[in-house]
């Protein structure tokens, strides 16, 4: 009796990780870090005019500036997502949400990286209403109106896309959504700089995706975990 | 009966009357060199109209006290040929006073909407979308760069569609969301609209005109008081309409050279 009761609990120990096993794809311990930065002249940021939306304009003490080419120290290139392309199919989307902010009429962050499938919520935080509308061409189009003290946005997309972001009542309002189909991804920060963790071994095409230039892509094999540094210089025009 | 209704409709139509006479809720103040004109033929018309409103109304009630069914079982009487000619008699009375006033003010409507512009005028272009206004200098170079459609990006600033790449005019262009000008500086101003119908208004510079999506509109104005005023979108545009708006800042002419010059340095 007492053995057959051991047995149960073994077999159902057993299957219990096996089941977490096959529920999560193999966690790895590589990495690949690099830095993505710019030749050639940047095109200049241009400041722009909130003073029709007072609640916003006062929240900023110095204008606020367009993001498209967003430079750093260092020739450095900010807001590139760098993300595995090939080698990492099948990672499933984390519990936990991504979450996108509507503040000082801007878009916080400028460039949301998330998974296929990934909760996504949208907050007003602003005294004024916003009417977000994501330009998506693969997932279904909508657009949403979120008066001030709205509760915020729940969605998600099934299919992967770099998606433009647009607020339909302040034109100079300008993101993007990167929906992925890895776990494995960073958006360079102010430095240029990105750590992708957490890889398992194997053979991956690593790109890297900036909003106005084309995208470019480096192949990367990972043996046990090895950290491995990739970087990009993505080629800028004045105009 | 007769009597109360007469009393309701006289109080009401003196009060009517005494607002527009003793200037309550009167319009803003007149920035413009066309203004006056226009301020002057609205009073005209005013005192017209306000006359034929108190006639009218005065008269009605006068008929509602005199002439009320006082339950003595007393005949109805009509104005000779019946309700047909009265019918016709104030179309006919109606449309001689349009007439009129049209005669009388179309001079002051044509100096602002058929006169062109002075040939000293500087000119801005005007660009509405939804829901914002937007205004470009043509730089030091004095010379617009062209507008292509299809490059038009509010993502990167590019409200107009420039294309500096190979379009040198292009590159010195100035675009900004508020409209600064000089005072006593004629200014002419090219409207047009990157998508729906908008409308430029301003009550101050008495300036109310329709942007039309693929027409290019030229309007012209010289404003002669400095400040800061407010200019609004007055054609339901869509869901932010009511959001839809810019300001308009005269500035000396000192001050409007400095600025332009920060601008352009930017």
């Given at each position: 009796m007492r053995s057959g009761y051991f047995t149960a609990l073994a077999v159902a120990v057993l299957l219990g990780s096996g089941m977490l096993v096959f529920a999560k794809p193999p966690a790895g311990s590589g990495s690949i870090t690099g830095k993505v930065t710019y030749t050639g002249t940047p095109p200049k940021m241009k400041p722009i005019d909130m003073s029709k939306e007072p609640s916003c304009a006062k929240q900023h003490a110095t204008p606020v500036m367009t993001q498209n080419v967003t430079t750093g120290p260092g020739n450095a290139l900010q807001w590139v997502v760098v993300y595995i392309s090939a080698g990492d199919e099948g990672s499933s989307a984390p519990s936990q949400g991504a979450r996108y902010d509507q503040k000082g009429c801007e878009y916080l962050p400028h460039v949301l990286p998330m998974q296929v499938a990934q909760q996504l919520q949208i907050y007003n935080d602003d005294q004024t209403s916003h009417n977000i509308h994501p330009l998506s061409k693969t997932n279904p189009e909508w657009n949403k109106s979120q008066p001030p003290g709205s509760p915020p946005i729940d969605t998600k997309y099934d299919k992967a896309e770099f998606i433009p972001v647009k607020c339909n009542i302040h034109p100079w309002m300008h993101g993007y959504f990167a929906v992925l189909n890895t776990s494995h991804y960073a958006v360079s920060g102010e430095d240029g700089s990105f750590d992708i963790k957490g890889l398992p071994p194997g053979k991956y095409t690593v790109t890297a995706w900036q909003e106005q230039y084309p995208a470019q892509s480096q192949e990367v094999t990972i043996s046990g975990s090895e950290a491995k540094t990739a970087n990009f210089v993505f080629k800028v025009l004045p105009y | 009966m007769g009597k109360f209704f007469a009393i309701v409709l006289t109080v009401i139509t003196l009060v009517s009357a005494s607002i527009f006479a003793m200037h309550i809720w009167w319009m803003p103040v007149d920035i413009s060199v066309h203004g006056p004109a226009l301020d002057k033929?609205?009073?005209?018309?005013?005192?017209?109209?306000?006359?034929?409103?108190?006639?009218?109304?005065?008269?009605?009630?006068?008929?509602?006290?005199?002439?009320?069914?006082?339950?003595?079982?007393?005949?109805?009487?009509?104005?000779?040929?019946?309700?047909?000619?009265?019918?016709?008699?104030?179309?006919?009375?109606?449309?001689?006073?349009i007439l009129a006033l049209s005669f009388v003010g179309q001079k002051a409507w044509a100096s602002v909407n058929l006169d062109p512009a002075p040939p000293n005028a500087m000119h801005i272009d005007v660009q509405a979308e939804q829901f914002a206004f937007y205004f470009r200098y043509a730089g030091p170079d004095g010379q617009f760069g062209a507008v292509h459609p299809e490059k038009i990006s509010d993502g990167n600033g590019n409200y107009f569609g420039l294309d500096p790449e190979n379009d040198i005019p292009a590159r010195d262009d100035i675009v900004v969301g508020s409209l600064t000008i000089p005072?006593?500086?004629?200014?002419?101003?090219?409207?047009?609209?990157?998508?729906?119908?908008?409308?430029?208004?301003?009550?101050?510079?008495?300036?109310?005109?329709?942007?039309?999506?693929?027409?290019?509109?030229?309007v012209h104005f010289t404003a002669t008081q400095t400040g800061k005023f407010e200019i609004v979108c007055t054609q339901l545009c869509g869901l932010g309409h009511y959001n839809m708006k810019a300001y308009l800042e005269v500035l000396p002419q000192d001050q409007f050279d400095q600025w332009l010059k920060a601008q352009a340095g930017q």
């Open positions: - | 033929q609205f009073g005209e018309t005013l005192m017209g109209t306000g006359f034929g409103f108190l006639v009218a109304q005065l008269s009605l009630a006068y008929f509602l006290w005199k002439f009320a069914d006082k339950g003595d079982g007393r005949k109805v009487r009509e104005f000779p040929g019946g309700p047909k000619v009265t019918i016709i008699t104030a179309v006919v009375l109606v449309g001689l006073e005072v006593n500086q004629p200014i002419l101003l090219t409207i047009h609209s990157k998508d729906v119908g908008h409308s430029f208004y301003v009550r101050e510079l008495r300036i109310q005109q329709d942007f039309v999506p693929g027409i290019v509109i030229p």
